[in-house]
């Protein structure tokens, strides 16, 4: 059973950059697509990006277009979220999802595996 943690969360500017990271426990997940999605309290989760296993294909949420990457280092067993112009709206908590069955879009019901998430403020 593969376990995420998530890292790298924080408090920056408007405009800032931050990266998360995401590392699995319990197996490698080179085998599984990897998504980040995110939460503010009071609202649904929100898909942010999503990556295959093999790293070639991803799918982005059009409020982080050209802002975000999303990147995965199988060898270090790493996904991470590059976040650049961030903006006070981006504030939420960011969970890493897995899934063994290559889906990388934005349902979250066909991710098996969670984080437990990593608080990310953008404020003035």
């Known amino acids: 059973q593969v376990q995420l943690a998530e890292s790298g969360g924080g408090m920056v500017q408007p405009g800032d950059s931050l990266t998360l990271s995401c590392k699995p426990s319990?197996?490698?997940?080179?085998?599984?697509?990897v998504a980040w999605f995110r939460q503010v309290p009071g609202r649904e989760r929100e898909f942010v990006a999503g990556?295959?296993?093999?790293?070639?294909?991803?799918y982005l949420a059009n409020s982080v277009v050209g802002r975000f990457t999303i990147s995965r280092d199988n060898a270090k067993a790493t996904v991470y979220l590059q976040m650049n112009n961030l903006k006070p709206e981006d504030t939420a908590v960011y969970y890493c999802?897995?899934?063994?069955?290559?889906?990388?879009?934005?349902?979250?019901?066909?991710?098996?595996?969670w984080g437990q998430g990593t608080q990310v403020t953008v404020s003035s």
């Open positions: 999802a897995a899934n063994p069955s290559n889906y990388y879009r934005a349902y979250d019901g066909r991710y098996n595996t």
């Open positions: 319990g197996r490698p997940f080179s085998d599984y697509a």
């Open positions: 990556l295959s296993v093999d790293g070639g294909n991803h």
